[in-house]
């Protein structure tokens, strides 16, 4: 018995393998998960990508529907598995800009900012004129957070200055910034740069407000003001 369902299982993955290959439009199947993704469609585009994945032979279409499934199982907050696709994807293509980026910003929400810097570090190296400004401000408004919490203060400031250099209205690197100033105990600046970022945030997207993002910020800033308020009282009671 153990043996048949063996080479019934084989059998079906040879069928499941020739019906990749020769029946499934592979490059349809990607187009069709990039403009899924794009309009919000997380299911249809993870779908779509991996049955790409699978009919592809050529790597570089295979590190293309790798992406597709990183992003959009992080949009699911599949973050584990975001991961596990730009591993998939870098093993392919190590020196992937987007990839390497993109896995980073992924260490540092999972809280491992060693190999978040090894990973944006490269990404930004090989990077130069390959994507946009704002793109690498972006990215280094993510790096900065890996700095900042192994408590490179001056790297992460610096990060935040430089980002904010190459794209004024980044929210991202007006959030580093106030992160950055609340750790030198700067409440006054983190405030200041809190409230830009929000404000861009809104700009940005009018209903942000109720996003997970606009959310946190909103609080991170109403926790700030309260921050100052009492550094303002602490320094009049000592003079």
């Not at 499934?24 to 991996?50: F, V």
């Not at 700009?203 to 700030?224: H, I, T």
Request: net charge negative; glycine share 2%.
């Amino acid at each position: 018995m153990i043996k048949f369902v063996r080479i019934a299982s084989f059998f079906i993955a040879v069928v499941i393998t020739v019906f990749s290959i020769f029946l499934i439009d592979s490059e349809k199947e990607l187009t069709d998960a990039q403009l899924a993704y794009q309009s919000g469609d997380m299911d249809q585009a993870m779908r779509k990508a991996r049955r790409a994945n699978r009919a592809f032979s050529d790597e570089q279409r295979k590190v293309s529907a790798f992406y597709v499934q990183a992003k959009a199982a992080n949009q699911m907050n599949w973050t584990e598995k975001s991961k596990d696709y730009l591993d998939e994807l870098l093993s392919l293509q190590p020196d992937h800009v987007s990839g390497l980026l993109f896995r980073g910003e992924i260490e540092v929400e999972l809280g491992d900012n060693t190999n978040a810097l090894q990973d944006m570090n490269r990404g930004l190296e090989l990077a130069q004129e390959k994507i946009s400004d704002n793109s690498v401000a972006y990215a280094l408004s993510k790096r900065g957070l890996a700095y900042l919490a192994l408590n490179q203060v001056e790297n992460a400031e610096d990060d935040a200055q430089k980002a904010i250099q190459l794209s004024k209205k980044l929210p991202e690197a007006y959030d580093l910034l106030s992160r950055v100033m609340e750790q030198k105990e700067d409440y006054e600046a983190a405030v200041e740069a809190c409230e830009t970022a929000y404000n861009l945030l809104n700009e940005k997207d009018r209903y942000a407000v109720v996003s997970p993002e606009g959310r946190q910020l909103s609080d991170r800033l109403v926790d700030l003001k309260i921050k100052h308020l009492q550094s303002k009282k602490v320094i009049r009671s000592a003079n």
